[in-house]
């Protein structure tokens, strides 16, 4: 695996059950392995498995909750999800986009790889076009 630069994004790979025929850090109960990579705020790398993958409940603004998983190994294509909704990383709140791009072996699906996109640039950018065109005293609704 390629060294994890600081500043770069959380990236992560799942695999249809027991497809490494073993248990390995950052795999569930099932036997898929899903390390999700990410740095934390010291710089040291940080592994934990990624969940709700095949999860159909649904985030309060209506986006299944395992849409980044269940659409791309459904359909074999790419995905991206532009979610209105906050995910724990390293025990912090964080409002993600996610890409994610199936594997495939002769046609069929053996697992995902993706990264996601913290989207707190979006606050930043709102915060100085206010400041920037409306003196600071602009709102959103």
């Known amino acids: 695996m390629a060294p994890i630069q600081p500043g770069s994004r959380p990236g992560w790979t799942s695999t249809t059950p027991n497809i490494k025929n073993r248990r390995d850090q950052g795999s569930d ?9 990410t740095r934390a705020a010291d710089g040291t790398i940080a592994i934990q498995p990624l969940v709700e993958y095949d999860s159909h409940a649904t985030h ?26 906050f995910y724990i990383v390293q025990g912090k709140k964080v409002f993600l986009a996610t890409m994610s791009v199936p594997v495939m072996i002769d046609g069929k699906f053996h697992g995902l790889a993706g990264a996601d996109y913290n989207l707190d640039f979006l606050q930043k950018l709102a915060e100085q076009m206010d400041r920037t065109l409306f003196g600071g005293k602009g709102s959103s609704l």
């Open 29 to 37: 109960a099932t036997g898929r392995f899903l390390p999700y990579w």
């Open 60 to 85: 309060a603004n209506g986006l299944v909750k395992g849409a980044w998983y269940i659409n791309p190994s459904t359909t074999g294509k790419e995905n991206i999800l532009w979610s209105a909704a």
